[in-house]
């Protein structure tokens, strides 16, 4: 049973091997947009990130597993689509990557930033991974929109099946840095824009709230610990007659 003790947890659930496969595919993925075999290494930077992210939370054993699976569910599904020439196939695959991302998200900021009460580099990586997690997951829900309405924005960058402009329409959007050259025309692409914009916005704050209220509470700790040794050092000295 893999736990956070386990050699291979403690070797390779390093956050910054998570954050690695998520650069590479936000990097990637652009650079070979216009090569045919573009889906074919996006499903294996997905397996690469499958791998990562659940060692990056084998920790805890629950969220180990659940990522696990949501990952496993996620490449299997998205495999056999090459193969299952049916439209009603997109949805389980679609639905279990950004299953996946969403909970990886979540299980990451759980578990490093409000289960811990110390800011370490693993904190601050696992902080990123969290963000970067978000604006993953919602482009490939943006991806899957334009699959099944190719009309549900407006902008010449979205023309074909352009997973790279996804993923720039999902952090353009988080940032609120908004261009305007690639809009909502539909409800519900309108509803997972402007939930992308609050929900990047919302995990902003939370995060550095939560980074700065750790920080002061451990340098309270440590000042109350120093008026204790001065305290009883003063009290183990022997009193002046």
């Known amino acids: 049973m893999l736990d956070g003790s ?7 659930g390093k956050q910054r091997y998570l954050f690695a496969s ?6 990637l993925q652009p650079l070979l947009s216009s090569d045919a075999a573009s889906p074919f290494w996006r499903a294996i930077l997905l397996i690469v990130i499958m791998i990562a992210g659940p060692l990056a939370l084998a920790t805890r054993r629950f969220d180990f597993y659940l990522s696990l699976v949501l990952g496993v569910l996620m490449v299997a599904s998205r495999w056999l689509a090459q193969y299952v020439q049916a439209d009603w196939w997109l949805w389980p695959g679609n639905f279990a990557t950004v299953a996946f991302f969403m909970m990886l998200s979540v299980l990451l900021f759980r578990q490093q930033l409000l289960g811990n009460r110390q800011v370490t580099k693993e904190t601050l990586v696992a902080a990123v991974n969290a963000y970067l997690c978000i604006g993953i997951m919602y482009a490939f829900a943006y991806h899957f929109l334009v699959q099944i309405n190719p009309a549900a924005f407006s902008g010449d960058m979205l023309s074909g099946d352009r997973f790279d402009a996804c993923i720039y329409l999902s952090f353009v959007t988080m940032t609120t840095l908004g261009y305007g ?8 692409a309108a509803v997972l824009t402007w939930t992308q914009a ?3 916005q919302l995990y902003v704050a939370l995060t550095v709230a939560r980074i700065v209220g750790v ?7 440590v000042l ?15 009193k002046m007659r």
């Open 224 to 238: 109350l610990r120093e008026e204790e040794i001065v305290f009883e050092d003063e009290s183990a000295r022997p």
């Open 6 to 12: 386990h050699p291979l947890v403690r070797r390779l």
């Open 215 to 221: 920080m002061a509470s451990r340098h309270s700790e």
């Open 198 to 200: 609050v929900v990047g």
């Open 22 to 27: 998520l650069v590479a595919i936000l990097i």
């Open 181 to 188: 050259d690639i809009t909502p025309n539909t409800e519900l």
